[in-house]
């Protein structure tokens, strides 16, 4: 099990740039494939962006493909989620995930970690 802390959330405007990072625990972090999720009020959770274990290889949602970046630092246990450009519709609550399988899939099933959340709401 890893235990995950996201952070960095906040009230932005339009257009604005915001960067999440998450903090986990546990040994298995360094070689295990996360994900980032969003949750809006009234809706299910839904996939964001995924990386794998080192960083080389990243998978996105196709509404955020171009403005948001997935990266991690094993050195420093952390996975962040750059946003640039944010809208409206990107207002959500947003969490990380751990996979439990080597695959960037946007299963939510496959991910057995979960973090808090942190709210990121985007005004006009």
């Known amino acids: 099990q890893v235990q995950l802390v996201e952070s960095g959330g906040g009230l932005v405007q339009a257009g604005d740039s915001l960067r999440l990072s998450c903090a986990a625990s546990?040994?298995?972090?360094?070689?295990?494939?996360m994900g980032w999720f969003r949750q809006a009020p009234g809706k299910e959770r839904q996939f964001v962006a995924a990386?794998?274990?080192?960083?080389?290889?990243?998978r996105y949602t196709d509404s955020v493909k171009g403005r948001f970046t997935i990266s991690r630092d094993n050195a420093k246990n952390t996975v962040y989620l750059q946003m640039n450009s944010l809208k409206l519709e990107d207002t959500a609550v947003y969490y990380c995930?751990?996979?439990?399988?080597?695959?960037?899939?946007?299963?939510?099933?496959?991910?057995?970690?979960w973090g808090q959340g942190t709210q990121v709401t985007v005004s006009s």
């Open positions: 990386i794998d274990w080192s960083g080389g290889v990243t």
């Open positions: 995930a751990r996979s439990r399988v080597s695959v960037l899939t946007p299963d939510r099933g496959q991910y057995d970690s």
């Open positions: 546990g040994r298995t972090f360094r070689t295990s494939y």
